[in-house]
């Protein structure tokens, strides 16, 4: 087994087929609504985006061992790894709306993170995890898929509540936010992101503009459900495809989960560094970066 290898199940839009990413999965029988992802490459670093880190998906599901909800987690977590002999696991419960199943194999320990849908799972399920986790198991693979099927309302009821008013301001001198988001979702997310977005605070009129030493692109926050995007994006020298990939940017964090990497939260692993790769004009926007970045510091 390859260390550190990765694989996940997705939950997509109904009615879709399910999509295959790589060449990992060549087998036919795909199920729908299903979306089953190996993220094995490491994906190179590029440059920082200077996005606010405020992100706190991460957190655990629990807080103490007498909550409802951790006893479960350990009796799961028990009942599943009496199917793994000879391996450690470690089990996260989350309310992630793209991801139902995320497995990272590692030498002798599996880091498991199941949707809490799974935690009242019958012995059938429990066995079905087991062959999921320890041996990458295609029966297996295709029972988690019908689970998942029957307990599609599970996944709706996870949404947060709504969120308070936040007054927004899309409408741009020069970019639609709203209408770059719109795009955005409807191209690569199916429309399954939930977000909304604004410009963010702009100089003052008749205020003196100055160079900066940095500048907060984008940034996302999970409690409010809400992108900002800096308003100094909003000039006639930046091309609309730049925008769109901060805008791309920000919602791939409502997607993807943030793992505890030695003690730290990463907020771009690399299934997310390779999903933002797909964006269209991904090479064509970092150069862009490159050569306009103390344009943009300007403002």
């Known amino acids: 087994m390859k260390p550190a290898e990765q694989t996940s199940y997705h939950y997509a839009e109904l009615g879709t087929a399910d999509r295959r990413v790589g060449a990992v ?16 490459a490491t994906v190179g670093a590029r440059p920082a985006l200077r996005v606010a880190r405020t992100l706190d998906r991460d957190r655990p599901a629990v807080q103490r061992s007498a909550d409802p909800t951790e006893i479960a987690r350990q009796r799961l977590e028990r009942r599943i790894g009496a199917h793994l002999p000879g391996r450690r696991l470690a089990l996260a419960v989350t309310d992630n709306s793209f991801t139902m199943i995320s497995v990272k194999r590692e030498k002798g320990l599996f880091r498991l993170r199941l ?45 947060r509540p709504k969120t308070p008013a936040i007054t927004l301001e899309t409408s741009g001198e020069v970019h639609d936010l709203h209408q770059l988001y719109g795009d955005l979702n409807a191209r690569y997310f199916r429309r399954r992101i939930e977000a909304r977005i604004t410009w963010g605070i702009r100089t003052p009129d008749g205020g003196r503009r ?30 609309r495809y730049f925008v769109e990939w901060i805008v791309y940017h920000e919602m791939l964090h ?43 510091l300007f403002y």
């Not at 029972?143 to 949404?159: K, S, W």
């Not at 940095?214 to 091309?239: N, W």
């Open 25 to 40: 999965d060549r087998r036919a029988g795909a199920l729908p609504r299903v979306a089953r992802e190996h993220s094995l």
């Open 115 to 159: 949707h809490h849908m799974f935690l009242e799972a019958d012995h059938v399920v429990v066995r079905a995890l087991g062959r999921y986790v320890g041996e990458n198991d295609r029966h297996a693979s295709d029972a988690l898929g019908r689970y998942i099927d029957v307990h599609q309302d599970d996944i709706r009821r996870a949404r």
């Open 210 to 239: 100055r160079r900066r030493n940095s500048i907060k692109m984008g940034s996302y926050s999970v409690e409010d459900r809400l992108i900002r995007i800096h308003p100094s994006l909003d000039r006639d020298f930046v091309p």
């Open 254 to 296: 409502q997607k993807h989960d943030i793992p505890v990497v030695g003690g730290r939260r990463q907020f771009h692993t690399p299934s997310f560094l390779e999903e933002e790769a797909a964006f269209e004009y991904f090479d064509r926007a970092r150069r862009w970066e490159r050569e306009n970045l103390n344009r943009l």
